[in-house]
Nanobody
Framework: HVQLVESGGGSVQAGGSLRLSCAVS????????VAWFRQVPGAEREGVAT???????NYAESVKGRFTIIMNNAQNTVWLQMNSLKPGDTAMYTC??????????????????WGQGTQVTVS
């Protein structure tokens, strides 16, 4: 039974940084793709970044150069380092996963396992 638990959200001023963590359990990391999504009320969920077990990462254009996603297999954790934050980054950030050796893309429909989310507010 795959479980994902997010932490690290909070409030920060524009230009600041936050590091989100996603603790993943109940899976074989060798065949796991993990992603971060974000959503604001009234809007569709947006894919932010994906990473597979070999470290291959993919990012939404809106966060390229500012966000970094890292999978730490030894700790069963996926981090999302967010730098140069903007007010437009304000959202509920949710970690998700799927069993596959590579990540198919940033669409939410690809992912079957979801955490509860952590709020990020940039002012």
């Amino acid at each position: 039974h795959v479980q994902l638990v997010e932490s690290g959200g909070g409030s920060v001023q524009a230009g600041g940084s936050l590091r989100l963590s996603c603790a993943v359990s109940g899976y074989s990391h060798i065949v796991m793709c993990v992603a971060w999504f974000r959503q604001v009320p009234g809007a569709e969920r947006e894919g932010v970044a994906t990473v597979d077990s070999t470290g291959n990462a993919n990012y939404a254009e809106s966060v390229k150069g500012r966000f970094t996603i890292i999978m730490n297999n030894a700790q069963n954790t996926v981090w999302l380092q967010m730098n140069s934050l903007k007010p437009g980054d304000t959202a509920m950030y949710t970690c998700s996963g799927r069993y596959s050796s590579s990540c198919p893309g940033l669409g939410a429909a690809y992912f079957g396992y979801w955490g509860q989310g952590t709020q990020v507010t940039v002012s």
